[in-house]
């Protein structure tokens, strides 16, 4: 079952309709540009799970692209999830602040809640369903 809506997660892809396998790519560390992010969508069309995976430096970090607030995605343009000092992810909405580490806002109308991680492993440069 999916966490709740604001808990930190992380969710397993398994539970998501069409999503890969545990272990499956998902693509090369080095195919996200650096602090940048890709996003990846399954599941029907009606009902899309988004998640990002956001590189900042050498670390990367995978979250639901949905925010804790009132559910609506997070990203400024497709796959624009950070602050213009690219520190946070700041959601487009209205504002609340997330650390990339473990999704927790700390400013903004969901303070104290989470963005959903999503279950990843790094192996061998790659970024595989965890
Ligand atoms: S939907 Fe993200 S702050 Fe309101």
């Given at each position: 079952m999916?966490?709740?809506?604001g808990d930190?997660?992380?969710a397993?892809?398994?539970?998501?309709?069409?999503?890969p396998?545990?272990?499956t790519e998902?693509?090369?560390?080095?195919?996200?540009?650096?602090?940048?992010?890709?996003?990846?969508?399954y599941?029907?069309q009606?009902?899309?799970f988004?998640?990002f995976?956001q590189?900042?430096?050498d670390a990367?970090?995978a979250?639901?692209?949905?925010?804790?607030?009132?559910a609506?995605?997070?990203?400024w343009?497709p796959?624009?999830?950070m602050?213009?000092?690219r520190?946070?992810?700041?959601c487009?909405?209205?504002?609340a602040?997330?650390?990339p580490?473990d999704?927790?806002?700390?400013?903004?109308p969901?303070?104290?809640r989470?963005?959903?991680?999503i279950?990843?492993e790094?192996r061998?440069?790659a970024?595989c369903?965890?």
């Amino acid at each position: 079952m999916l966490p709740k809506l604001g808990d930190p997660g992380p969710a397993d892809l398994s539970d998501v309709p069409g999503a890969p396998d545990r272990g499956t790519e998902l693509c090369r560390i080095g195919d996200i540009p650096e602090n940048g992010a890709r996003v990846f969508t399954y599941g029907p069309q009606e009902d899309p799970f988004e998640f990002f995976i956001q590189r900042i430096g050498d670390a990367v970090y995978a979250y639901r692209n949905l925010c804790p607030h009132i559910a609506l995605p997070m990203d400024w343009r497709p796959g624009v999830f950070m602050d213009p000092q690219r520190t946070f992810f700041l959601c487009a909405n209205h504002g609340a602040v997330f650390r990339p580490e473990d999704g927790y806002c700390f400013a903004g109308p969901c303070r104290g809640r989470y963005l959903t991680a999503i279950a990843i492993e790094i192996r061998d440069g790659a970024v595989c369903v965890g």
